[in-house]
Nanobody
Framework: QVQLVESGGGLVQAGGSLRLSCAAS????????MGWFRQAPGKEREFVGA????????YYADSVRGRFTISREYAKNTVYLQMNLLKPEDTAVYYC?????????????????WGQGTQVTVSS
């Protein structure tokens, strides 16, 4: 069992930056692939990015590639989403998720555990 708690969301102007954190509790965190997803009002939840269990491989949605970076800190059982050059269209509730996978997990239905989400609002 893994529990995930996101933090770091807030209100930021376009062009600004935020860093989201996802703190995990439970056993064997290092064996889980981690992902970030987001859901804007009236839209389906969409993939943002993922990192594999070792932290050596990452993959991003086209809409955020080059602006967002995922990293993980094993000593703190935490995964981060660094978001730069934010745009109003990045406004959404951001969720982290975990799954047992040897590689990168892009599909939403693969993930077993989810956090409660954190709101990110980007003003123009």
């Amino acid at each position: 069992q893994v529990q995930l708690v996101e933090s770091g969301g807030g209100l930021v102007q376009a062009g600004g930056s935020l860093r989201l954190s996802c703190a995990a509790s439970g056993r064997s965190f290092s064996r889980y692939a981690m992902g970030w997803f987001r859901q804007a009002p009236g839209k389906e939840r969409e993939f943002v990015g993922a990192v594999n269990w070792s932290g050596r491989s990452t993959y991003y949605a086209d809409s955020v590639r080059g602006r967002f970076t995922i990293s993980r800190e094993y000593a703190k059982n935490t995964v981060y989403l660094q978001m730069n050059l934010l745009k109003p269209e990045d406004t959404a509730v951001y969720y982290c998720a975990a799954c047992r996978s040897d590689g990168l997990a892009v599909r939403i239905d693969i993930y077993d555990y989810w956090g409660q989400g954190t709101q990110v609002t980007v003003s123009s």
